[in-house]
């Protein structure tokens, strides 16, 4: 498996730009970093996942902070080897602290003969992460007048500190918040 192509997802307005390859990538919260592979297969029909994560490489293996996951239907393929176009996309959330120098890797969930492309020191993380995070959200029907209205929920949480895991040390939730829509 190779890695074909780097995209950066930004929002508000979206654009989408493609990386050159070895060019340091910059993102911020609220982007998302889409990654292409392309791998040549050979055997049965099969469902897999592709997997990626942005992390470190550190002394014990790859310490992933961001993962994503994107599952792919392989068609079979008895004889030849078949090339196989795939793409993962990544968020880019709190979980990630600012930072540089941070690596990328991608494989296929149980395939490890298929390899694990890294990329080292090749992702900058920037801006400030955001005080709130949608943790959920609802959209319970309700009925008026005898019709179903939708009517949603978003429910945040907002956080002290500079990430906004409740999993990260010396960081608590400060509180919860829920807005109705509807």
Known sequence: MQITGIQVIKRNPTTVFGVEAGEKI??????????????????????????????TRGFLGFDEILVGEASIDIPQSATDFTPRLASVDIPITSDISPGTDYDLYVKLLGHPEAGMPEVGDVIDIVGIPPPYELIQKVRPEKKVRGCLRQRSTWILRHFSGQTSGLKSPGHRLVELKQHQVG
Not at 28 to 35: A, C, E, I, P, Q
């Open 26 to 55: 910059e993102l911020t919260y609220g982007d998302t970093l889409r990654v292409h592979v392309g791998f040549n297969y050979r055997g049965a029909e099969q469902k897999v996942t592709l997997y990626g994560a942005i992390g």
